[in-house]
């Protein structure tokens, strides 16, 4: 069964950092890419970053290009999400998502229940 | 940007009624889009890709169709747990964008 369990979220200042985990299971997490996507409270959903299964593409939403970095470890089956400069309007449910090839193709299958992300001081 | 828009905002109907929902495009996204469902407190699912292909273990009522610029979603005869939000979502470039979505509730 695949599993993604996000961790690390909490209240951070305006300006601040946080990083974001994702622990996968159920399935050979070298072999997928993955994704960030984000649902501030009461509102919709907005893709955030996406990296292939090695790491070699990379993409990010403009809203978050230059302040947020993906990143992965295939050894520990986890996903990241480095966010700096943390604004108010960065207040959400960030959910891990899978694409089901190694190739970012823009289709999520499997979500995380998600970690909430509050901004403010 | 591709921007997505849902119609309607709102579909209020009752149990075993037939639901159609609408996504359209700004520009054309060619068969490259998807559909979820949320229900409250819960993570999205997918359940149509590619604009007509059913994800793993969705039931058959569900079904999608379109191309271009226009889609839409059908649930055929409406379930007690098939009230919920429903977002399509674009993946024709790499701004992979989301609609505002439709909340599906009971009449």
């Known amino acids: 069964e695949v599993q993604l369990v996000e961790s690390g979220g909490g209240l951070v200042k305006p300006g601040g950092s946080l990083r974001l985990s994702c622990a996968a299971s159920g399935f050979t997490f070298s072999s997928y890419s993955m994704n960030w996507v984000r649902q501030a409270p009461g509102k919709g959903l907005e893709w955030v970053s996406s990296?292939?299964?090695?790491?070699?593409?990379?993409y990010y939403a403009d809203s978050v290009k230059g302040r947020f970095t993906i990143s992965r470890d295939n050894a520990k089956n986890s996903l990241y999400l480095q966010m700096n400069s943390l604004r108010a309007e960065d207040t959400a449910v960030y959910y891990c998502?899978?694409?089901?090839?190694?190739?970012?193709?823009?289709?999520?299958?499997?979500w995380g229940q998600g970690t909430l992300v509050t901004v403010s001081s | 940007e591709i921007v997505l828009t849902q119609s309607p905002a709102t579909l209020s109907l009752s149990p075993g009624e037939r639901a159609t929902l609408s996504c359209r495009a700004s520009q054309s996204v060619s068969s490259y889009l998807a559909w979820y469902q949320q229900k409250p407190g819960q993570a999205p699912r997918l359940l149509i890709y590619d604009a007509s292909n059913r994800a793993t273990g969705i039931p058959a009522r569900f079904s999608g169709s379109g191309s271009g610029t226009d889609f839409t979603l059908t649930i055929s005869s409406l379930e007690p747990e098939d009230f919920a939000v429903y977002y399509c979502q674009q993946r024709s470039n790499w701004l992979f964008t989301f609609g505002p979505g439709t909340k599906v509730d009971i009449k």
């Open positions: 990296i292939s299964s090695s790491s070699s593409y990379i």
């Open positions: 998502a899978r694409s089901d090839t190694a190739m970012v193709d823009g289709t999520f299958d499997y």
